[in-house]
């Protein structure tokens, strides 16, 4: 199929979408973030870029902390407000009806309906011309215990995440195409793990 050339432009796309909450117990804010990743597995690194006309760029860089906060398809509409609105006029707390819970390390609060809580304690600031990329350390995780096995893995498949594609908000398809490693494993344990799969699903769907 011929191509066609683009000029350059941020053309990555899905990335993850997350609410990242900010401040401290007596004030906090919640914005909405598309970049973001993982640069470092030991210690573990994340980062998130924001502007900075955004409201929650001078309390991220004034407390040097956040909470990463998963997004689910039942949080999709917060998580756009959270985008849109700014926190210097808006309760976004208030308008999403989302919940602060306080954080084990951080002084931000997490959000509780999110599946997933990334504490995060910044190490490093980047300034580029449109974003500040804040490189963090992960300072503590937290998950719903409904999305984790016997063997104490996270089923993310089960938590019903959404992506961002080039201004669309869309779903994670559950449907498992391969596993990491799947191209050159034995026929053998692809079926063993594969079983293993659908017997987790088994007995989610029995437990709920």
Same mark, same amino acid.
């Given at each position: 199929?011929?191509?066609?050339?683009?000029?350059?432009?941020?053309?990555?796309?899905?990335?993850?979408?997350?609410?990242?909450?900010?401040?401290?117990?007596?004030?906090?804010?919640?914005?909405?973030?598309?970049?973001?990743?993982?640069?470092?597995?030991?210690?573990?690194?994340?980062?998130?870029?924001?502007?900075?006309?955004?409201?929650?760029?001078?309390?991220?860089?004034?407390?040097?902390?956040?909470?990463?906060?998963?997004?689910?398809?039942?949080?999709?509409?917060?998580?756009?407000?959270?985008?849109?609105?700014?926190?210097?006029?808006?309760?976004?707390?208030?308008?999403?009806?989302?919940?602060?819970? @306080? =954080?084990?390390? &951080?002084?931000?609060? *997490?959000?509780?309906? /999110?599946?997933?809580?990334?504490?995060?304690?910044?190490?490093? !600031?980047?300034?580029?011309?449109?974003?500040?990329?804040?490189?963090?350390?992960? @300072? =503590?995780?937290? &998950?719903?215990?409904? *999305?984790?096995?016997? /063997?104490?893995?996270?089923?993310?498949?089960?938590?019903?995440? !959404?992506?961002?594609?080039?201004?669309?908000?869309?779903?994670?398809?559950?449907?498992?195409?391969?596993?990491?490693?799947?191209?050159?494993?034995?026929?053998?344990?692809?079926?063993?793990?594969?079983?293993?799969?659908?017997?987790?699903?088994?007995?989610?769907?029995?437990?709920?």
């Amino acid at each position: 199929m011929a191509k066609i050339s683009l000029k350059p432009g941020t053309m990555l796309n899905p990335v993850p979408v997350v609410m990242v909450s900010c401040g401290d117990q007596e004030k906090s804010n919640i914005i909405t973030i598309a970049w973001t990743g993982i640069v470092n597995s030991n210690p573990p690194m994340t980062y998130i870029a924001v502007q900075r006309s955004r409201y929650s760029y001078n309390i991220i860089k004034e407390h040097g902390e956040f909470v990463i906060n998963l997004v689910t398809q039942n949080l999709v509409r917060a998580c756009d407000y959270c985008g849109v609105r700014s926190g210097a006029a808006t309760d976004k707390w208030k308008e999403t009806k989302l919940t602060p819970v @306080a =954080a084990d390390i &951080v002084k931000a609060p *997490l959000i509780s309906e /999110s599946p997933v809580n990334i504490e995060c304690r910044v190490k490093e !600031i980047l300034e580029y011309p449109s974003h500040v990329v804040f490189v963090s350390e992960i @300072a =503590a995780v937290h &998950v719903d215990s409904d *999305l984790m096995d016997k /063997s104490g893995k996270i089923r993310f498949e089960d938590a019903g995440l !959404i992506v961002y594609n080039h201004g669309l908000y869309m779903p994670v398809q559950k449907k498992v195409l391969g596993t990491f490693g799947f191209s050159v494993m034995k026929p053998k344990t692809q079926k063993k793990r594969a079983a293993a799969r659908r017997n987790a699903s088994r007995m989610k769907q029995k437990s709920e």
